[in-house]
């Protein structure tokens, strides 16, 4: 199994770190096998990320956190930037036409500019197969309880849910994350497409972890479940505890 944070900020928006900073603190501390730059309205320092990679032991995934005028919007697998200022459909349609996956970053915040469940449910419901997912663990939110309502609406509506840090500091990396079957980019977007990933938050213990493998295993079967238990096992603590290092 592979750990993935989908959601990072670097210089090229609002973070605070390079991208080749983010690289090797997420290549040495981290423990993480692929991150996404997210950016917000720029795909330059993901591009960039990208072209670095192949010197780091993370991989890396191209990804753009997108302004709609109805909130953020998490694209990965950006090849081509998207503008901001479209509608959330019309930015998702975008999304895909270029190859990436679409995701609504922490649905239900109150702080950040969001979709919100009404408008998500009406989205989900008129447009099945437009959004990958949503982001139902954020590792920025004020209100856990909102990351809590997100696993519920995501149940809810059948969407896959991935985890970010949304980190705009180096030591966020990996507050919040993904876990997939594989280790690569490659295998990540595949486990995507499936909606066979699960989305974990940082600084929980072990049992939670556990828990919210096995509500994982409920959906897609004991093989998983098996798995990530011996992953639990062989690596008690996981490199997830050294996250917080
Ligand atoms: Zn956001
Ligand atoms: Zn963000």
Redesign the pocket.
């Known amino acids: 199994m592979g750990l993935a944070d989908l ?1 990072i ?1 670097s210089v090229y928006s609002d973070g605070t770190a390079t991208v080749e900073a983010i690289l090797v603190h997420a290549s040495a501390k981290s423990g993480l096998d692929v991150i996404a730059i ?1 950016d ?1 309205d720029t795909l330059e320092g993901a591009l960039k990320a990208r072209e670095l990679a192949a010197h780091f032991r993370v991989d890396v995934v191209p990804g753009m ?1 997108i302004s709609t005028n109805e909130g ?1 919007l ?1 694209a990965l697998f950006l090849e081509k930037p998207v503008e901001p200022g479209l509608s959330f459909i019309e930015t998702a349609q975008q999304v895909r036409r270029y190859g990436g996956l679409p995701f609504a ?2 649905p239900l915040s109150r702080l ?1 500019p969001s979709i919100g469940a009404h408008r998500l449910r009406a989205l989900v419901r008129e447009h099945p197969k437009l959004l990958a997912g949503l982001e139902a663990e ?1 590792g ?1 939110l004020l209100y856990l309880g909102e990351n809590a309502a997100a696993q519920r609406l995501r149940w809810d509506l059948g969407l896959a849910a991935i985890g ?1 840090s ?1 980190a ?1 500091v180096l030591n966020e990396i990996g507050t919040a994350a993904t876990l997939f079957a594989g280790n690569t980019s490659a295998d990540l977007r595949r486990a995507l497409e499936r909606g066979e990933v699960t989305p974990l938050p940082a600084q929980r213990d072990a049992r939670y972890i556990r828990r919210q493998l096995k509500h994982f295993a409920l959906r897609y079967g004991l093989r998983i479940i098996q798995a990530a238990e011996g992953l639990l096992e062989e690596e008690p603590r996981l490199r997830w505890k050294r996250l917080d290092d």
């Open positions: 959601h900020h997210t917000h956190e953020h998490l970053p922490h950040a954020n920025a970010g949304d705009h």
